[in-house]
């Protein structure tokens, strides 16, 4: 059964870059068909889907954060990666990493605990 879990600094600075892994465990991400994906969620905008690295590398962002997220992997740890460069007070959320099976338009089966993020100064 697949684990994913979140980690990453709980606190960052205005105008900072925020970094963010997603270990998997039980499965590996380069699986056919699975996708990757960060979610955020905050009491503000609810759930927001921040883009998406597949199987083979190829990576998916949400159009309103393109400018400021970068997606990568390291297959050698089984590892996802979030930076989200010039972070601001609205950036905080609980960020989650999510699983998808069937491509990137199937439903997200499989999430992590997720990990708060708070942006102060």
């Known amino acids: 059964q697949v684990q994913l879990q979140e980690s990453g600094p709980g606190l960052v600075k205005p105008s900072q870059t925020l970094s963010l892994t997603c270990t998997v465990s039980g499965g590996s991400i380069t699986t056919p068909y699975h996708y990757w994906n960060w979610i955020r969620q905050s009491p503000e905008k609810g759930l927001e889907w921040m883009g998406a690295?597949?199987?083979?590398?190829?990576?998916l962002y949400s159009p309103g954060l393109k400018s400021r997220a970068a997606i990568s992997r390291d297959t050698s740890k089984n590892q996802i990666t979030l930076q989200l460069s010039s972070v601001t007070p609205e950036d905080r959320a609980v960020y989650y990493c999510a699983r998808q099976i069937r491509g990137p338009f199937s439903d997200l089966e499989s999430w992590g605990q997720g990990t708060q993020v708070i942006v102060s100064s």
């Open positions: 690295i597949g199987y083979s590398g190829n990576i």
